[in-house]
C-alpha cells in the first residue's frame, strides 16, 4: 500500500471479503454508493464490524491506496446508520 491519505470519512454496506476454512467470516469491506470497496484493515474494530455485515455504517480512519488501484482503510470510529439490508 502507498499514498497515505489524511482522515476521511466513508459511508457504506459492510460486506465479507475473507473467510477462513469453515466458511466463517474472517474480514470486512465496505462497499460505498459511488461502487468503490475500502477493505479493512484488521483491527479491534474490524472484529466488531464483523458483527454488522449487511449494516450500512459510516467509517473513519485513514484510507491507503495501493499500486494496483485497490483502497484499504485504517478505521478509527464507525457508527451503525441502518439495519441489515434485505438479501434476496
Do not use: A, C, F
Not at 9 to 38: A, C, F, H, M, Q
Request: hydrophobic share 35%.
Amino acid at each position: 500500500m502507498d499514498n497515505l491519505m489524511s482522515e476521511q470519512r466513508i459511508e457504506g454496506i459492510i460486506i465479507p471479503s475473507n473467510w477462513d476454512e469453515n466458511g466463517l467470516i474472517t474480514g470486512v469491506s465496505i462497499y460505498t454508493s459511488d461502487e468503490k470497496e475500502y477493505l479493512v484493515q484488521p483491527s479491534r474494530l474490524s472484529k466488531e464490524l464483523l458483527n454488522h455485515v449487511h449494516h450500512m455504517v459510516e467509517v473513519s480512519g485513514k484510507i491507503l491506496q495501493g499500486l494496483d488501484e485497490s483502497l484499504l482503510i485504517i478505521v478509527s470510529s464507525y457508527r451503525k446508520i441502518t439495519e441489515p439490508s434485505e438479501v434476496t
